[in-house]
Structure formats: structure tokens, C-alpha cells
Nanobody
Framework: QWQLVESGGGLVQPGGSLRLSCEASGFNLDIYAVGWFRQAPGKEREGVSCIDTAGVSTNYADSVKGRFTISRDNAKKVYLQMNRLKPEDTAVYYC?????????????????WGQGTPVTVSS
């Protein structure tokens, strides 16, 4: 069964860091570009960052540029390093995969989704 599984979410104080992981089960992730999205309560799901199949090119939402870093290390995992977290980063974070390699950071471009991992930034 093909699955994307996110992990690494939790509760962190403002200014703190978290590292999210996205792991593929049942298929090789290296043929897909991967994106991270988030959805806060009462808001639409929004793109955070994405990375191409080669792991060379990336794209970030303006709200996270300079604080978040996306990376991938093999056929199975993609990471999102989140630093200097703010309360407004609080959301459920999802990873998603797509055959598209143009770094289009929108939910409509992604075909496969994980179940999400919650991130809460609060003192």
C-alpha cells in the first residue's frame, strides 16, 4: 500500500525549532517532487515549501523564507527543518508528492498526501 507518513510535529515555544520528516511506504519517493503544506484551524491549506526530484531546486512561501529549509536525502525521506518558529506557524503539516517538477506550490498540483502531523507554537 502506497503511503506518505509525516512525523516530528509537536509543541514548541516561540523561537524554537522542529524537524519534520516525510517517509514513503510502498514506493520510491525519488521519482516525485515533494511539497510541505499546512492548514491552520479555519483556514485553507497552504503551500510551505517544495523540492524537485533531484533535491537541487526548492521553493518557499514568503512567510517561511529564511526560517524553514526543505531537503531530501534518499529515495524514501524528505525533511522540513523549521527554525525561529512563530505562533502563526501553528497548523497541521502535510507532505505531498507530485510527478510535476516545476516547483508549483499549490495543493492542486499534488497527487498523493500524508495524514499530517500537528505543530503547535506556544509559550
Amino acid at each position: 500500500q502506497w503511503q506518505l507518513v509525516e512525523s516530528g510535529g509537536g509543541l514548541v515555544q516561540p523561537g524554537g525549532s522542529l524537524r519534520l520528516s516525510c517517509e514513503a511506504s510502498g514506493f520510491n519517493l525519488d521519482i516525485y517532487a515533494v511539497g510541505w503544506f499546512r492548514q491552520a484551524p479555519g483556514k485553507e491549506r497552504e503551500g510551505v515549501s517544495c523540492i524537485d526530484t533531484a533535491g537541487v531546486s526548492t521553493n518557499y512561501a514568503d512567510s517561511v523564507k529564511g526560517r524553514f529549509t526543505i531537503s531530501r536525502d534518499n529515495a524514501k525521506k524528505v525533511y522540513l527543518q523549521m527554525n525561529r518558529l512563530k505562533p502563526e506557524d501553528t497548523a497541521v503539516y502535510y507532505c505531498a508528492a507530485t510527478y510535476r517538477d516545476d516547483l508549483f506550490l499549490h495543493v492542486s498540483a499534488y497527487d498523493y498526501w500524508g495524514q499530517g502531523t500537528p505543530v503547535t507554537v506556544s509559550s
